[in-house]
């Protein structure tokens, strides 16, 4: 995925210029973002615009919604459009059948849902533009069951604070199944759905079949495709590099919104 100017290196920028610090280059750049004092100050700057964006639109402000006349004529697939491996070839071939979403976690009653249980529970379908960090939107429609519905079967615990999506896909080899996470305010927004159709048909390979997450009020990335499993969790510690994501953990920022 192409590297774009995101709020983390526009600080990065600054910090440069404000210091009067002659870099010559991306390494000694990057070197800078990893002293523990910078991290912690863009960390902070971080939250600061989270907490601002949701003081001005409302925790429930909802993402514009469109019509079918808007959709776009081709919707783009990007990041991984085939996971590879087996186990996944195998849930293709049965057209999922055999595939079950699992809710564990910080959670009082775990859960094994199939498809079709995901499609026998309440549904809704929204018409969103997808935002990608590499310069590209398109509108979709995307139908699925809200995650507070989920996360009403499952009944968090006290200590849960994140939603974590585990997904079949490793973006890149070696490094693990792709990961994301929201925390509650997202989570229980009435527009955050695990999608199972778009555009009035089952969802496709390329997006994310069998199931995707839906945060519109956020960029493309934190859209996580070939969801397998739900886990709630306390803090982001134990899972892969501690940023709550495979894209935070490379530099992005672990909050996205737009």
């Known amino acids: 995925m192409t590297r774009l100017i995101t709020r983390r290196g526009l600080l990065r920028a600054s910090f440069a210029a404000a210091g009067g610090l002659v870099l010559a280059g991306c390494d000694q750049l990057d070197a800078l973002s990893q002293n523990q004092n910078v991290t912690d100050v863009l960390q902070s ?57 699992k809710v564990d976690g910080q959670v009082s009653q775990p859960l094994s849902l199939s498809l079709a249980d995901l499609k026998a529970m309440p549904a809704r379908t929204q018409i969103t533009r997808h935002d990608c960090v590499e310069g590209w939107s398109a509108i979709g429609k995307w139908t699925g069951v809200p995650l507070a519905a989920i996360l009403a079967k499952a009944q968090p615990t006290a200590a849960a604070r994140y939603v974590v999506f585990h997904c079949a896909d490793e973006y890149e080899p070696g490094s693990g199944a792709y990961y994301e996470s929201i925390d509650f305010v997202d989570a ?31 960029l493309g990335y934190k859209q996580a495709k070939y969801i397998m499993r739900v886990e709630l969790v306390d803090s982001f510690a134990r899972l892969g590099g501690g940023q709550g994501g495979f894209w935070p953990d490379r530099g992005y920022e672990w909050y996205a919104g737009i």
Do not use: C
């Not at 001005?56 to 990041?79: H, I, K, Q, W, Y």
């Open 188 to 218: 229980y927004h009435p527009q955050t759905i695990l999608a199972y159709g778009m555009n009035g048909n089952d969802l496709p390979i390329a997006h994310g079949a069998p199931l995707r997450l839906r945060v519109e009020r956020q």
């Open 45 to 101: 700057a971080e939250w600061l615009t989270m907490k601002s964006q949701r003081a001005l639109l409302g925790r429930d402000a909802l993402a514009r919604e469109f019509t079918e006349a808007d959709m776009s004529p081709v919707f783009r697939s990007n990041g991984t459009s085939m996971p590879a491996g087996d186990a996944y070839a195998r849930l293709v071939e049965t057209s999922f059948s055999d595939w079950q979403l």
